[in-house]
């Protein structure tokens, strides 16, 4: 069974912990190639056995690739957000008003 965990950290934490995370899963890869290269050996239960085992893990790192690229898209996002207020005041953006419309002063 597979739950969800939440823990926070900080923004600037973000691409650190991903890397963290895919890490795990190349461990986890390495383990699935070990496991097709040695499928041929084996008898045809255990053939079986292995395959079972092998598409449990590559789920897991499809879940996985799931939950970074939602964190990465939420990261993305909240970076843009921020970098937003400031392009303006870069800029040097001004409010353009149509001298033909009245406007309250």
């Known amino acids: 069974m597979r739950v969800n965990i939440t823990y926070s950290v900080g923004l600037e934490d973000i691409p650190k912990e991903i890397d963290e995370l895919l890490s795990k899963e190349s461990e986890t890869l390495k383990d699935a190639t070990e496991i097709l290269d040695n499928l041929s050996a084996a008898s045809p239960l255990e053939v079986v056995e292995n395959l079972v085992a092998l598409r449990e893990n590559l789920l897991a790192v499809d879940m996985r690739l799931?939950?970074?690229?939602?964190?990465?898209?939420?990261?993305?996002?909240?970076?843009g957000q921020l970098a937003l207020p400031s392009l303006s005041e870069d800029t040097g953006a001004e409010e353009i008003t149509d001298p033909e419309v009245p406007h309250a002063e």
Do not use: F, P
């Open 66 to 79: 799931a939950e970074c690229l939602a964190i990465l898209a939420g990261y993305i996002d909240v970076k």
